[in-house]
Structure formats: structure tokens, C-alpha cells
């Protein structure tokens, strides 16, 4: 497991079994690990519409091209109880993959 801290003081994990589901279906991207991490660290986040713990980390990579220009990575942000019966965060990635972002302007 490889636990981040992102830009907006968030502890996010990312699960071994998680990166394999990711890599089932886009095994290219396993050669951008480290820029899914920094995807969390530095990306810009936005939160879903329709499920408030639900957010789309993306970020900016040129290496991506020419096919694609951003990794892209859904993360729920959520609590649970710990065994003293607190809400703890747990927070995970669920998937990611890449795409092509037209710039805008």
C-alpha cells in the first residue's frame, strides 16, 4: 500500500490490489506509477455532483503525449470507525487511467 498526503492536507492510499485493477485494463500506464502519485500529491481535485465523496484528482504530464495529456484518478474521501469507536479518514483511490484534455482557449 502507498499512502500520499495531497495539496489540500488529505491522507489518500493507494492499495496494491487497487493499482493491479488499474493496470488489468490500461497495463501501458504502468509506467507512470510515480506520476499517478504525484497526481495525488499536486493535482487539482474537483468533487462530484452527485456524490460528495467521490473526486476526480487530474494532472498534467508531458510525457503522456501524443496520445493523452492528463492522468486522471477517482478517489473517495470517506470515514470509519476505528476499533475505539472514532471516525478516522479513509481515504482511497478506486481507479485512473489516462486521457487527452483539450486545452482550453
Same mark, same amino acid.
Given at each position: 500500500m502507498?499512502? =500520499?498526503?495531497?495539496r ?6 493507494l %492499495?496494491e #490490489?487497487r493499482w493491479r485493477h488499474i493496470l #488489468?485494463s490500461?497495463? #501501458? @500506464?504502468?509506467a507512470? !506509477?510515480?506520476?499517478f ?5 499536486t &493535482?487539482?481535485?474537483k468533487?462530484?455532483a452527485?456524490?460528495?465523496? /467521490?473526486?476526480?484528482?487530474a /494532472?498534467q504530464f508531458? #510525457?503522456?503525449?501524443?496520445? *493523452?495529456t492528463h @492522468?486522471v484518478?477517482? =478517489?473517495l474521501?470517506?470515514?470509519q470507525q *476505528? +476499533?475505539q &469507536?472514532?471516525?478516522v479518514? *479513509? *481515504? !482511497?483511490v =478506486?481507479? &485512473?487511467? +489516462? %486521457?487527452?484534455i483539450?486545452? /482550453? &482557449?
Amino acid at each position: 500500500m502507498w499512502i =500520499v498526503h495531497d495539496r489540500y492536507g488529505d491522507t489518500i492510499y493507494l %492499495t496494491e #490490489e487497487r493499482w493491479r485493477h488499474i493496470l #488489468e485494463s490500461r497495463p #501501458e @500506464l504502468e509506467a507512470y !506509477f510515480e506520476q499517478f502519485l504525484e497526481t495525488l500529491r499536486t &493535482g487539482q481535485r474537483k468533487q462530484d455532483a452527485l456524490t460528495p465523496t /467521490k473526486y476526480r484528482y487530474a /494532472k498534467q504530464f508531458d #510525457e503522456l503525449l501524443p496520445r *493523452n495529456t492528463h @492522468l486522471v484518478l477517482i =478517489v473517495l474521501l470517506q470515514t470509519q470507525q *476505528n +476499533a475505539q &469507536g472514532q471516525e478516522v479518514p *479513509n *481515504n !482511497f483511490v =478506486v481507479t &485512473g487511467w +489516462a %486521457t487527452y484534455i483539450q486545452p /482550453k &482557449g
